[in-house]
Nanobody, 122 residues
């Protein structure tokens, strides 16, 4: 049974930083691309960042480019999202997702975590 468990969310002031972590189990982690999506109240789930199975390629939404960094540790079966210079508009539930192929498109991802809340105060 595949499980993705996010952690690291919380309340932070604008300009602050957070590090999200996603722990995976039940899958051959090194064969999966991993991604972070987010969903704010009343909005659709949107792509934030993705990393290829090897970690050699990363992809970012324009809204977070230069502020967020995605990375993975295949030995520990974890993926991380370091978020710097946070803005109130970054407030959302952040989800970790896994799929054999890297994509910006949420419906293509087979596996999802339960999400972790990130709230950025102004």
């Amino acid at each position: 049974q595949v499980q993705l468990v996010e952690s690291g969310g919380g309340l932070v002031q604008a300009g602050g930083s957070l590090r999200l972590s996603c722990a995976a189990s039940g899958l051959t982690f090194s064969s999966y691309a991993m991604a972070w999506f987010r969903q704010a109240p009343g909005k659709e789930r949107e792509f934030v960042a993705a990393v290829s199975w090897s970690g050699s390629s990363t992809y970012y939404a324009d809204s977070v480019k230069g502020r967020f960094a995605i990375s993975r540790d295949n030995a520990r079966m974890r993926v991380y999202l370091i978020m710097n210079s946070l803005k109130p508009e970054d407030t959302a539930v952040y989800y970790c997702a896994a799929d054999p192929a890297t994509s910006y498109y949420a419906p293509l991802y087979n596996y999802w975590g339960q999400g972790t809340q990130v709230t950025v105060s102004s």
